[in-house]
């Protein structure tokens, strides 16, 4: 798959404005003083639907009425922001949609599908279970699947890192989670297209670390589980054309901890008051890790999402 290019990074921005505003990216000055750098925050907590999600789902549906005149509506397999996107979106073009999730999804997640009009159905004890559930009830009914990972979608959420890059254009690192794939390529389609020279590294968690694994070996390697409160990065089977650009186009990939991911939590609450989920925590997590090497350094995190479950939340800020 070739990444999208910037005149249509371009078309799809201006496309997305009436329904989706830039979201800013701030240069924190508590983050910075933790880091002995410049630490930029993309805010894509800030969109309508809490995550950067939603920027692939209104590119991905912006036409289906003309694309499949025939079709009863979309189902899509998700974790939350991915169901969210496809739920605002087909809302908007008048589509309906069913979202599958796994047993003991985010309670909130769920409501919030169903407030955007998604039809709400759980089936399989994780990710995998209910994306393979989904394929084979849009094949049997005759509903179009919406893919997490598509060129669509990373033409969409690409639209982000334009944003950010341009307004930043000394840059030196940016770190970006990766779940199935959209977002980093998204990230790298903006970067290349702009001619940018900042570093991508990826982010993945420890306890979900198929492409971190697939990158190191170059080939796709699947796991058996996914393990992290960090819905959005519980993955355990990488997308064979995401694995590929991101093998190009990323530095390297980073594993954290969910301990890692919860102290980044706690700062981005702390230093920013800003409300971060598992997902969207990833980043600063990794930056954390890493900062010995980023000194004087001008970094970006992607916050690429808010939805965090209140209990979940609580617990989080309690555990200090």
Known sequence: MQLPSLTEL????????????????????????????????KHENHTP????KVRGGLVYLRDFRRRFPDS??????TRGNHGQSVAFAARQNNVRSKLIVPEGNSREKNAAMQAWGGELIVHGHDFQAALEYAQQMAHDEGWHFVPSFHRDLVQGVGTAY?????????LDTLYVPIGLGSGICGAIAARNALGHRAKIIGVVADGAPCYALSFEQRRAVPTDRADTFADGLACRTPN???????????????????????????????????LAEGAGAAALAAAWQEKDRLANQQIAVALTGGNIDREIYRSILERE
Do not use: N
């Open 10 to 41: 371009d078309t799809a921005a201006a496309w997305l404005c009436p329904h989706v505003s830039p979201t800013p990216q701030y240069a924190w000055p508590i983050l910075g003083q933790r880091f002995g750098a410049t630490v930029w925050v």
């Open 49 to 52: 639907i809490g995550a950067f």
């Open 72 to 77: 009863p509506g979309v189902i899509a397999a």
């Open 162 to 170: 334009l944003e950010l890059l341009r307004a930043v254009p000394d």
């Open 240 to 274: 064979v054309e995401a694995l590929s650009m991101i093998c190009v186009g990323a530095e390297r990939i980073v594993r954290v901890t969910d301990d890692e991911i919860a102290k980044a939590i706690r700062a981005f609450y702390q230093d920013t008051h800003q």
